[in-house]
Each structure stands twice: as C-alpha cells, then as structure tokens.
C-alpha cells in the first residue's frame, strides 16, 4: 500500500519525464524521489518502459503508395460523372427506348425541314380545276394573284350551277 | 522557392493533384509509422496512409488555418485509424496478422558497424515484436497517445490539439497508458 503523497508524485512522474510538469511540482518530485526507494524505482521502470517503446524503428512505406493514392482519387471522380449518368430515369438507359426516341425525333425534324424545302404542305389539298388552271395558267402568277383568279372562278361557275 | 503547407492545401482547394503529391512526400512517413503502431501490420497502415491523403484532398475546405496542417493531419490519421479499429474489432478479425519482415529494412539500417549474427538480427526482431504486441493489447486510446508522445515526440499541447482533449486529459492518459504498458513488459518478463 502506497501513502498519499507517494500515489501524488507517481502520477507526475510521466510528466516530469516528458518536461512537462511546472516548475514548483517539479522541485517537489525530485526531492522526494532523491530520499523514496520505492518511488525511485517506479521512475526507473517508466524510463525503462519509454525507452522500450522508442526503440521502435522507424519504418519506410512501400514507394508506390502515391501512384496508388493518385489512382484512387482520380477513379472517385471518374465515378462522380458515372454518379451524375445514374441519376438520369432508367428507362433512359434501355437501347430500345434510345432507338424509338431518336426515330422520332429524325421523323419530326425531316418533316419539317421537307416542308421548308419542297412548299406548303399544309395547303388545302386542291380540286380537278385548280390544279389544272395551276399547270396550264398560272405557272407564271404570283400566289396572290392566282387565287384571286380562282376565287373568281368558282363564284361564276357556282352562279351558272 | 519551397512552398509552404499552407499554399499547398490552397491548391488542393483548387483540386491540383500535384499540390497532394508533394504533402503526401512530407509526411507520409510520419502517417504510415502512426498508423503502423495503431494498426499493427503494414497493409493496413498503407491503407489507412491512402485513406487519410484521399480524405485530405476532398475535405480541403475544412482544414482551417487556425491549426497547423501537421496537427490536422495527425487529427484526420487519428480518427480513420480508430473508425478502422472499431470496424476491425466488429468484424473479429485477428489485428495482429503476419508480422513478417516488417522490421527488416529499418533494423538493418541501425545496425552497429560490425555486423550482428543472423541469430542477433532474429533475436532483435522478436523484440521489436513483443514490443509492438504488448503495445497493442494497451487500450487504443492510451495506445495513441503513447505513439504520439514516446514515438513522434509531439508536445502535450499539440497531442491536446490532435486528439481535442485538454492537456490534463493528455497528462492523466498518459500517466495511465505508460503504467499499463510497464506492467504487460514486467509480466512477459521483458527487463
């Protein structure tokens, strides 16, 4: 069994090795380490169980660690943009779907630039006599003037009826 | 001119893998013995090596000036090697697997000028082995301290830093860890 005050200068013992304790207990430890056996080889054994321990070597990592850390970080942001594609609705994923979507899309963007190119598609289809009065008299009128012409037409010809 | 760790770390913000590069060559070595001591075998410590510098380059933005980088640092090996400890211990795994050559090189390195017999290199390495095994049945969180103090030779305050704990509660840990330690080397017999 210990007494109180060597229990008290024990427990700085650790600090006083480290150079770590102030200055007023520090005087107080070494005094009574210079006339306590017991506490005398307590302090032994710590400084015989520190310098155990630092005898450890120091020891020198494998020389590609650093290609190994480089590698990881650059897969994680490559998975970042997989991240951002997984996002995305599955359905978007299926071939099928992409080859639908992307006929459609020719479909509707061939629809309408053919109807730029070759004239008005959404025109009323014709009747007999206008597309025979379009081959034969009017090749050469302006549209305006053409179905004036045949505005005329049909009125007459419906009064005759 | 060399560039301080402070600019370093700034241009990791920027996401410059060379800026990484040359903060992993400082202070690898220093992360991998920590983590070698807490872990206990030189495939997790490589792990936990990568596992810090990865962490350091996403988390960038969160190292604040006020703390120097090395504190920072040791603080960020310090929580991965507990979390992997604890994952460790869930998983029951066995911490001490093939202790190996792993003494080898740096045994050879301090060696006296005249060269020990194979039988005191085999003895010397046993030692360094019972060492570390003895150091790693102490409790992990007096085991850290002890790395950090006896083997790193880090002051109380920058321990306190670390660890955020107070430099009592470094003091007092120590005292404690430093006392088991002498108890497991006086049971094996080892003095």
């Given at each position: 069994m210990i007494n109180i005050k060597c229990f008290r200068i024990r427990r700085r013992l650790s600090a006083l090795l480290d150079e770590e304790l102030n200055p007023s207990w520090k005087v107080k430890v070494k005094i009574h380490l210079a006339s306590c056996q017991a506490c005398q080889q307590e302090w032994g054994d710590l400084q015989k169980s520190v310098q155990m321990v630092s005898q450890l070597s120091r020891l020198t990592p494998s020389s590609t660690l650093w290609y190994r850390v480089e590698r990881t970080i650059r897969n994680k942001e490559l998975s970042k943009g997989e991240v951002v594609r997984k996002q995305?609705?599955?359905?978007?994923?299926k071939p099928v779907t992409l080859l639908v979507g992307g006929g459609l899309i020719l479909l509707i963007v061939g629809f309408i630039l053919g109807n730029i190119w070759l004239g008005?598609?959404?025109r009323q289809p014709s009747t007999g006599i206008e597309t025979y009065l379009d081959e034969h008299?009017?090749?050469?009128?302006s549209p305006l003037s053409r179905d004036q012409v045949i505005n005329v037409f049909l009125t007459r010809t419906s009064i005759w009826k | 001119m060399v560039a301080t760790d402070g600019e370093l770390i700034q241009r990791c913000r920027e996401k410059d893998l060379s800026a990484l590069g040359e903060l992993f060559h400082r202070y690898q070595e220093k992360i991998y013995n920590l983590a070698y001591r807490i872990m206990g075998s030189r495939e997790d410590a490589e792990d936990l090596v990568q596992d810090v510098f990865v962490k350091v380059y996403e988390s960038a933005?969160?190292?604040?000036?006020?703390?120097?980088f090395s504190t920072w640092l040791y603080r960020v090996a310090v929580n991965l090697s507990i979390d992997r400890l604890r994952k460790k211990k869930r998983e029951r795994l066995?911490?001490?697997?093939n202790p190996d050559t792993e003494e080898d090189v740096s045994l050879i390195d301090a060696l006296p000028a005249d060269d020990p017999s194979p039988e005191e290199l085999a003895i010397a390495r046993e030692k360094k082995e019972r060492i570390q095994s003895v150091l790693e049945e102490v409790d992990s969180r007096y085991r850290t301290i002890i790395i950090l103090r006896d083997?790193?030779?880090?002051s109380y305050s920058e321990i306190a830093a670390i660890l955020g704990c107070s430099i009592g509660t470094v003091r007092s840990r120590l005292h404690r860890g430093r006392r088991l330690l002498k108890e497991k080397f006086k049971k094996l017999g080892e003095w």
């Open positions: 995305l609705p599955h359905w978007w994923h008005n598609v959404w008299c009017f090749s050469s009128m | 933005e969160q190292y604040q000036e006020k703390a120097s066995d911490p001490l697997e083997l790193e030779a880090l």
